[in-house]
């Protein structure tokens, strides 16, 4: 079965950077796009970031756009998200999400997430 | 990246139906159908309910279903139970490569 397991959440001072990692298993993670998707505490879903199956193209939400990196292993099955310059309404649960497609479209699993919170 | 606009909040008794609207552009739910709609439970990770306007996922019961009318998609849910109790957010594809979610809406079964 689909699996997505996000980890690499902490508490973090604003200015500071973190680096978030989701390990897929269960289908070949070569063969779809993934995203970031990020809720605010009692918030919405934000969609972040998506990578298309091969990395040749990356996308992002202007709120993160030039602070953050989506990037991918495919050799290790494994997403990342680099996020520097973190503020505090970076705050949230980030989630990873497999698309059905090579590029992108809408998400379909989720992994459970990873908490981040930037504080002083 | 505005995002879709969907009610805060709707609400029916068991057994009844509910609908809940989505509404965008024609340069993200008008323009594509790449509509998806996830329900999540408090605490929980979101599960997709409906996928590519009107398509459901395997496991999914047959009571939740999707469609698209010009820049709007409907989520309607047939034969409310209590389990159907959590928040509802749609999602469609963008022209600029990018993924946009509605803001979510609370259903409250009575």
Not at chain 1, 79 to 96: I, K, V
Not at chain 2, 2 to 25: E, K, N
Not at chain 2, 41 to 70: E, T
Request: glycine fraction near 12%; charge should be neutral; charged fraction near 15%.
């Amino acid at each position: 079965q689909v699996q997505l397991v996000e980890s690499g959440g902490g508490v973090v001072q604003p200015g500071r950077s973190l680096r978030l990692s989701c390990a897929a298993s269960g289908f070949t993670f070569s063969n779809h796009g993934i995203h970031w998707v990020r809720q605010a505490p009692g918030k919405g879903l934000e969609w972040v970031a998506v990578i298309w199956y091969d990395g040749s193209n990356k996308y992002y939400a202007d709120s993160v756009k030039g602070r953050f990196t989506i990037s991918r292993d495919n050799s290790k099955n494994t997403l990342y998200l680099q996020m520097n310059s973190l503020r505090a309404d970076d705050t949230g649960m980030y989630y990873c999400a497999r698309d059905p497609q090579l590029s992108s479209s809408c998400p379909d699993y989720w992994g459970q997430g990873t908490l981040v919170a930037v504080s002083s | 990246q505005s995002a879709l606009t969907q009610p805060a909040s709707v609400s029916g008794s068991p057994g009844q139906s509910i609908t809940i609207s989505c509404t965008g552009t024609s340069s993200d739910v008008g323009g594509y159908n790449y509509v998806s709609w996830y329900q999540q439970h408090p605490g929980k990770a979101p599960k997709f309910m409906i996928y590519d306007v009107s398509n459901r996922p395997s496991g999914v019961s047959n009571r939740f279903s999707g469609s698209k009318s010009g820049n709007t998609a409907s989520l309607t849910i047939s034969g409310l139970q209590a389990e159907d109790e959590a928040d509802y957010y749609c999602s469609s594809y963008t022209s600029s490569g990018t993924t946009v979610f509605g803001g979510g809406t609370k259903l409250t079964v009575l």
